[in-house]
């Protein structure tokens, strides 16, 4: 029963990838008069229409959590941008022969790359005034794993995951 409940913690640990966010807004910006927002009717996301769909469910779920209010006049825009690379691999195995003998040597090496390399997804958020011309006064921009073939259910919870840490730092702490 111990080593279920211990093989059950390692996959647990080892299956939720990090998720990174960066942080910039508008020194001096008052973020109390932010109460309403909406969404470029232009945007274009870079995810596929099912994933654009649930982030934008999750993200609306979470601003009303926070209690804002999606409006058709609102007192910002919201800007959504993403783009995926694959990471650079670093686990690799070196094979090496070499030889020496009566004061001559020489050697050969090779780096051979063990399993792939992961994909990573860059979102980008930005949050936009341009009621009262202000342009952009807060952005969060996260990177985490991306698995191209994951369940629907699995996609939701990730991109949840994201929202909620995005979100986590807005409005900034004077």
Request: net charge negative; charged share 25%; aromatic share 12%.
């Amino acid at each position: 029963m111990k080593a279920l409940f211990f093989f059950i913690m390692v996959l647990c640990v080892t299956s939720c990838a990090p998720i990174y966010v960066n942080y910039d807004f508008e020194k001096g910006t008052d973020f109390s008069q932010y109460k309403t927002y909406n969404y470029y009717s232009d945007m274009q996301t870079g995810l596929n229409e099912l994933d654009t769909k649930r982030l934008l469910d999750v993200l609306d779920e979470e601003m009303k959590a926070q209690g804002f209010v999606l409006s058709d006049d609102p007192d910002f825009f919201i800007d959504i941008k993403s783009s995926e690379f694959q990471s650079v691999q670093r686990n690799t195995v070196g094979v090496g022969v070499g030889g020496s003998g009566r004061n001559v040597g020489g050697g050969i090496s090779i780096g051979l790359p063990i399993g792939q390399a992961n994909v990573n997804r860059q979102i980008t958020f930005d949050f936009v005034d341009e009621k009262n011309n202000k342009g952009l006064f807060w952005q969060a921009v996260s990177e985490s794993s991306f698995n191209p073939n994951a369940e629907p259910e699995k996609r939701e919870a990730h991109l949840k995951a994201i929202v909620k840490k995005v979100l986590d730092k807005y409005p900034p702490k004077s």
